[in-house]
């Protein structure tokens, strides 16, 4: 079993800055391929970014590349987020998820565990 712990999530105005923590248990977070998705009010939840077990490779949606930066730190079991820039259509609950085979990959069916979610809203 593995929980997964968001923090860092508020309100913010656009064009403004945020980070992102996701805090995983377990002894192999290193092997985790990691994730974060969102969900904006009455919307599907999207992917957002990804990080593979080795943290050299990363995945972005088109709609935060160049602005959004996934990173890990396996010695803190922590994956987080930097979100720059940031506009109104970014306000949505993001959600951390681990995937234990480590690939790091853009679909929702390959997490195994997600976190409880953690609030972002962009004023405008």
């Known amino acids: 079993q593995v929980q997964l712990v968001e923090s860092g999530g508020g309100l913010v105005q656009a064009g403004g800055s945020l980070r992102l923590s996701c805090v995983a248990s377990g002894r192999t977070f290193s092997h985790y391929g990691m994730a974060w998705f969102r969900q904006a009010p009455g919307k599907e939840r999207e992917f957002a970014a990804a990080?593979?077990?080795?943290?050299?490779?990363?995945y972005y949606a088109d709609s935060v590349k160049g602005r959004f930066t996934i990173s890990r730190d396996d010695a803190k079991n922590t994956v987080y987020l930097q979100m720059n820039s940031l506009k109104p259509e970014d306000t949505a609950v993001y959600y951390c998820a681990a995937d234990l085979w480590g690939t790091g990959a853009t679909a929702q069916y390959e997490y195994d565990y997600w976190g409880q979610g953690t609030q972002i809203t962009v004023s405008s």
């Open positions: 990080i593979r077990w080795s943290g050299g490779i990363t």
